[in-house]
């Protein structure tokens, strides 16, 4: 049951809505998408459904399922642990780490993990660790106190190098501050979890060897695709947030997405949008602009989503075609002193998706002061957030007004209902987009090589040819 | 006198260096740039340096003069504060923020506003507050100890409408708090400083009717150019990083610019490779990919300066050419798990740029643990830096071998001297790709119609004909 402010009375909330009138010619003028054209994209996008239907029929997107999964064992768990924990610590990449920051970002306190204990009701403060760096590290790991501090360690496979040197160098800590031994018992339960897959891999080894707490990542669910299950749904039950509702979200837009075929439904709409703009008009480039400093992360989030589904070197029958656009993070209003100049005067090569807030949680009034300056006075009595959703339109429409394109998603509210629709419907956006450009969504052969050289670079056993060929 | 750690027995440290190897057709193969090529760029880029030299002679350029400014001002006003302040709280956005979350980014603590007051040896929290978001605006000013906050408003103009607002805020909660008085004497001074224009704009005129603590913007350097002068300085020295050797990298570049002609400096290579790569590769995209937590904040500025400065609608002439390469902002290893597939398998459109740490600040060392398991062994032993570097090496072989061309900018230490080096070299190139592009890089004429719609949709005096245009 959604627990969420924006449910009234048992009512559903209203849900988030796409607006793409300011990319069509209509409006924006030569250049922008004709009428024809949309409609020409009706029928490719309802055979793009279909096809992405008959593949969850039969088992093979089970991604799709999640926004059904049931969330009391993850509540369960919080509710076990709360009062306990200072620290939540997350060690995983990509996949593993951008959903439960985005997340994080979103639907707690903007500035949670500065607040008091006791401002946090219990609940532990939440760092994602998703990289390498011995500074970043060091300095996180001197500064935790880690009797209180609980380590999940999210990897998929296991074996992902980043991931696996963070929960060493996190295991070392416990070892030598706790003591904690091998095969551990009680000291072990209270400081590791593992998110993994179900069978396979080297942390379900260890787990089982050890008798570590571990939730899954259940089968098929690759990493971008991952944030409604264990990897973001745990970190978020830990720190509070509302899980039952990001999944309502979810589970809504997926009716929604069902019953309104193809371009009708905004994710249907989103991706035609964004298959036209690359493939007709040149825009290679797939801009996220939030107006909200609470959805930046989501940003980053969909740049990986979009970024390794659907850039690749081949389509579904092997013909070399490298494609795919390129997401690039944007924040409004901050980036308006830092990109829209070459948005708006340099190449035509940009679709920007705003991201505007219908009701922000905070009033915030700006007090009438200085009411002699005409350059201060006419801010006085406006809310901040009326302030921020203005300049939202006025960048909207001075694009429009140089023929630059942009599509508007409106969420009613920054809460866990909301982020859990835009979510989903980013998913299933980028699955009908896969389908449109006619490639595969769901792998991403182009990461191998790197990995490869790495464990080369860094004396992997099995690598040693390779070593040699990049040293020589 | 440089202070750095980098500085040892009064010789000058070692230089960042930029290694443009992997972007030539030697290393890549076809379509990297040849040699013919390069060598053809070394004269315009002799003649671009050449031009800003004798504008930057006329005084046309005052930037390029900051890295001699003096910077005791600001170390005396901070030495006064040192031990009064918990908060300095930063009011700007675009140019007035960017530089100062860069340099704290990489010159704090990475975790500098969690740690306890104590290690922060009398030095406040630094928070720039860079966006007008309802949400996070009162988060923030909500859980600030006001009688210990000092509210830094920066804006050139005075009236930027995002902080002028942003300052109508703070100064609201002062007065509601402290009891601020207009015409304040003592309560206005420990809390209130302005960095602005010397002689106009309205914070000049409240400051001097006011008597409030100022500094200034020198005249005709741009946001964008600013962070070498009070508006990077000044939180810079408050919160007790080496602004000395700050500007003693930045001179040391400058001098080396200058001695060493157009494509034999780092900052000429750069802007050559760049603009090659754009004019005569297609490649329109510019990625900043820093391997260091600490520098992923210099990526934001960098994208600004880039954006901004290169991003034009016409030429010196006046001719329509719509110009300019999108810089995006990546994070090595982070990214590698979000972007890389596309970098090497989409299309061919991106530059990279690594930036690589030679010498962390800190060991992390990985234990040897579960000494049985090949897919974390081989990790054992290894110092987190050293994966780090391997993944930035594995990365640019993996593009390489793809074809696709990249450069390497050698970041000997993260520390002040190296990332004033840094600072200056990449802003030098941006004069220098502005002259090769033929564009004037140091204005902005794409973000007035925004502004304007702004001030327009808020109601502000003198914009009501363009308020009907916009809702009309």
Redesign the interface.
């Known amino acids: 049951m959604p627990k969420d402010e924006a449910v009234e009375d048992g009512a559903r909330p209203v849900g988030i809505s796409l607006d793409v009138r300011l990319a069509l010619e209509e409006a924006i003028g030569y250049g922008g998408i004709s009428s024809f054209e949309f409609a020409g994209g009706r029928e490719p996008v309802r055979k793009a459904q279909q096809a992405i239907e008959v593949r969850r029929a039969e088992g093979a997107l089970p991604w799709m399922d999640l926004p059904r999964l049931d969330p009391s064992p993850y509540l369960e768990f919080a509710s076990q642990w709360r009062g306990q924990l200072d620290n939540l610590l997350v060690l995983g990449?990509?996949?593993s780490?951008?959903g439960t920051s985005a997340l994080g970002t979103a639907l707690l306190?903007?500035?949670y993990?500065?607040?008091p204990a006791s401002a946090r009701e219990g609940r532990p403060r939440l760092f994602v660790l998703?990289?390498?760096?011995?500074?970043?590290?060091?300095?996180?790991f001197g500064?935790l106190n880690w009797e209180r501090t609980m380590v999940n360690v999210v990897s998929k496979s296991?074996?992902?190098?980043?991931t696996?040197?963070a929960y060493?160098?996190a295991?070392?800590v416990l070892?030598e501050k706790l003591g904690l031994q091998r095969s551990g018992g009680d000291v072990l339960h209270r400081h590791l979890i593992f998110t993994t897959d179900p069978e396979t891999g080297?942390l379900r080894?260890?787990g089982r060897d050890e008798d570590i707490t571990m939730f899954d990542v259940p089968p098929g669910v690759g990493?971008r695709f991952s944030v409604l299950c264990a990897v973001g749904l745990l970190p978020a039950a830990l720190c509070g947030m509302d899980i039952s509702s990001l999944l309502s979200g979810a589970q809504a837009m997926d009716e929604r997405i069902r019953n309104e075929a193809g371009a009708d439904n905004p994710a249907g709409a989103y991706a035609l949008i964004q298959f036209l703009e690359y493939m007709n008009h040149g825009r290679?480039?797939s801009v996220m602009m939030p107006?909200?400093?609470?959805l930046r992360d989501l940003s980053?989030w969909y740049?990986?989503l979009w970024?390794?589904s659907?850039?690749?070197?081949v389509d579904r029958s092997g013909r070399q075609l490298?494609?795919?656009p390129?997401p690039?993070?944007a924040?409004?209003?901050?980036d308006?002193?830092?990109?829209?100049?070459?948005?708006?005067?340099?190449?035509?090569?940009?679709i920007v998706c705003f991201l505007r807030v219908g009701c922000?949680?905070?009033?915030?009034e700006?007090?009438r002061?200085?009411a002699e300056?005409?350059?201060?006075a006419?801010?006085?009595g406006?809310?901040?957030?009326?302030?921020?959703n203005?300049?939202q339109?006025?960048?909207a429409?001075?694009?429009a007004?140089?023929g630059r394109p942009s599509v508007r998603i409106d969420v009613p509210r920054?809460d866990a209902y909301h982020v859990g629709e835009l979510i989903f419907m980013l998913e299933y956006a980028t699955a009908l987009a896969g389908e449109l450009f006619n490639i595969d969504a769901f792998n991403?052969?182009?990461?191998e090589?790197?990995?490869k050289?790495?464990?080369?670079?860094?004396?992997?056993?099995?690598y040693e040819d390779l070593a040699r060929e990049?040293e020589g």
């Open positions: 990449i990509g996949g780490a951008l306190h903007p500035y993990n500065a607040l998703d990289n390498v760096d011995p500074d970043q590290t060091s300095a996180l500064m296991g074996s992902t190098a980043e696996a040197a060493l160098m295991r070392g070892q080297v080894e260890i990493g290679h480039i107006y909200s400093a609470r980053d740049r990986q970024a390794e659907l850039g690749k070197a490298h494609i795919g390129t690039i993070k924040l409004g209003a901050t308006q002193h830092s990109q829209i100049q070459l948005y708006a005067e340099g190449p035509d090569d940009k922000f949680d905070r009033e915030a700006i007090p002061l200085h300056k005409d350059s201060l006419y801010l006085g406006a809310d901040l957030g009326s302030l921020l203005a300049e339109k006025a960048t429409w001075a694009l007004r140089r920054v991403q052969p182009g990461v090589l790197g990995k050289a790495t464990y080369a670079l860094m004396g992997r056993r099995g990049i």
